[in-house]
């Protein structure tokens, strides 16, 4: 069992172009989520999905898009990439349970130059 | 606004105990939840809270006062491999994770 993969692992990207980041997850999670991890600041939340069909934004939605076609994958999109989008892409599926604890993949990190 | 206060950095003897402390102002409690992150890694879960006490699971331990909106994470036997930030995070009311901006824990032998 995976749990959740993300791709790439890191990239270097030049301003104004368009980037997808790939999340994908198998343990049929109905929510997931993307966050950006900066240092100094919490983790905070770009997009969210409770179930496929459905997203929603976070706290800091400017400049990305999500899709959710099915339960497994929830790729994150940087239309026209700016440098202050520079940080570390986690994305996480949550297990519906009493807690719904949020289970993490091992992140992206992305620079914009 | 919210808000979740950690201390930045915090420094243990291997051997030794250390307490976490987190302090939120948030919309709404849901739950308290403790994430482990080793540099480079992605968090990983460690324990969660939603009724005021304390939970015990192994050498990790974690208390929650709702009415202080006060928090611990208690390490004991501390192992090198225990080296790694410490992330607090409360579920508001709208259910999205409040997340610290976490604290680093230095183990020296």
């Not at chain 2, 324990?47 to 331990?61: A, M, T």
């Amino acid at each position: 069992i995976a749990g959740i993969t993300q791709a790439p692992t890191s990239q270097i990207l030049a301003a104004g172009r368009r980037m997808t980041l790939r999340c994908t997850q198998d343990m049929r999670h109905n929510a997931m989520y993307w966050y950006r991890q900066d240092l100094g600041l919490g983790l905070r939340l770009i997009h969210y999905s409770n179930t496929a069909g459905t997203t929603g934004k976070g706290e800091v939605p400017d400049g990305y898009s999500v899709s959710r076609a099915n339960t497994d994958d929830f790729p994150l999109t940087l239309a026209s990439a700016v440098p202050s989008q520079t940080s570390v892409y986690f994305c996480a599926s949550s297990d519906g349970t009493d807690t719904d604890t949020q289970y993490f993949g091992p992140g992206t990190r992305l620079t914009v130059l | 606004g919210q808000n979740i206060d950690q201390p930045t950095e915090m420094t243990a003897t291997e051997g030794a105990i250390v307490q976490i402390n987190c302090t939120y102002q948030t919309s709404g409690f849901n739950g308290l939840f403790w994430y482990q992150q080793h540099a480079g890694e992605a968090p990983t879960f460690l324990s969660y809270n939603v009724l005021d006490g304390l939970e015990e699971k192994g050498r990790f331990s974690s208390f929650l006062s709702r009415s202080k909106g006060y928090s611990y994470l208690l390490l004991k036997e501390l192992q090198m491999k225990d080296s790694a930030s410490y992330l607090c995070a409360v579920r508001d009311s709208n259910y999205q994770l409040i997340w610290g901006a976490g604290t680093k824990l230095i183990i020296k032998p």
